[in-house]
């Protein structure tokens, strides 16, 4: 009994290894995308797994972008830009997650607060094409245009990612990755 269970130890420990590899190699530069969606940068952000995508358009001030992070089905994921500081509250999100069925939707709202109501609504800035969302290969991907605040081509960007309960967002943990997910980003040179 104590080789098998010595064996499975040593086999988890090799399929993690495995895993952190293959997600190092794979970078940003290779992400896949559906059709007629394409961006010109990308950054790998610093905690949670996820990537931001995006192409600037200078003469209107907006970005096109695409944010990916992994997540179960039961779990959430999201993103915004904070014109207001680099922290949660005033923080202008997107959160993408489903119901039972697999059915993904987007909700935006302006976070109140580090307990915010998550009411359906408008954000601070203009988001001129509305935003959709897939769910696919154990990643959520988020899809929106936004006309950056101030017309400024540097930002505070936030993202997250939690567990649901029937459909319904739980908050994220508070510890760890999850309270490191902010950072200044410059959409002229990523
Ligand atoms: C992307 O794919 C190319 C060709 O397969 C490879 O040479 C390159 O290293 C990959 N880049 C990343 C960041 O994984
Ligand atoms: C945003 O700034 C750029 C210069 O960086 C300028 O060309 C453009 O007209 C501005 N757009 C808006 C909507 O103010
Ligand atoms: C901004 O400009 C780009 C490039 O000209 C264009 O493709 C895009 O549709 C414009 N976006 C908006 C919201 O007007
Ligand atoms: C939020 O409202 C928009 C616009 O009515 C809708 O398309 C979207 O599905 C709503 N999101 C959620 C999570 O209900």
Same mark, same amino acid.
């Given at each position: 009994? =104590?080789?098998?269970?010595?064996?499975?130890?040593?086999?988890?420990?090799?399929?993690?290894?495995?895993? =952190?590899?293959?997600?190092?190699?794979?970078?940003?530069?290779?992400?896949?995308?559906?059709?007629?969606?394409?961006? +010109?940068?990308?950054?790998?952000?610093?905690?949670?797994?996820?990537?931001?995508?995006?192409?600037?358009?200078?003469?209107?001030?907006?970005? +096109?972008?695409?944010?990916?992070?992994?997540?179960?089905?039961?779990?959430?994921?999201?993103?915004?830009?904070?014109?207001?500081?680099?922290?949660?509250?005033?923080?202008?999100?997107?959160?993408? @997650?489903?119901?039972?069925?697999?059915?993904? @939707?987007?909700?935006?709202?302006?976070? +109140?607060?580090?307990?915010?109501?998550?009411?359906?609504?408008?954000?601070?800035?203009?988001?001129?094409?509305?935003?959709?969302? +897939?769910?696919?290969?154990?990643?959520?991907?988020?899809?929106?245009?936004?006309?950056?605040?101030?017309?400024?081509?540097?930002?505070?960007?936030?993202?997250?990612?939690?567990?649901?309960?029937?459909? @319904?967002?739980?908050?994220?943990?508070?510890?760890?990755?999850?309270?490191?997910?902010?950072?200044?980003?410059?959409?002229?040179?990523?």
């Amino acid at each position: 009994m =104590a080789r098998s269970t010595a064996a499975l130890l040593v086999a988890a420990a090799t399929t993690a290894l495995l895993f =952190a590899v293959g997600a190092t190699a794979q970078g940003c530069a290779n992400a896949t995308f559906p059709a007629g969606r394409s961006f +010109e940068r990308c950054n790998t952000l610093p905690v949670l797994g996820a990537s931001l995508y995006w192409t600037y358009h200078a003469a209107n001030g907006t970005a +096109e972008l695409a944010f990916r992070a992994p997540s179960t089905s039961g779990g959430w994921v999201a993103w915004g830009i904070n014109p207001t500081g680099a922290r949660m509250p005033g923080s202008n999100v997107f959160v993408a @997650s489903q119901d039972g069925s697999g059915a993904v @939707s987007v909700l935006m709202t302006v976070l +109140e607060s580090t307990s915010p109501s998550l009411t359906n609504g408008t954000l601070k800035f203009d988001v001129p094409v509305p935003p959709t969302a +897939e769910y696919a290969g154990g990643a959520y991907t988020i899809y929106t245009t936004v006309a950056l605040p101030g017309n400024s081509t540097t930002q505070n960007m936030v993202w997250q990612a939690g567990p649901l309960s029937g459909g @319904s967002i739980l908050p994220h943990p508070t510890s760890g990755p999850n309270l490191q997910s902010v950072k200044r980003q410059d959409f002229l040179s990523g």
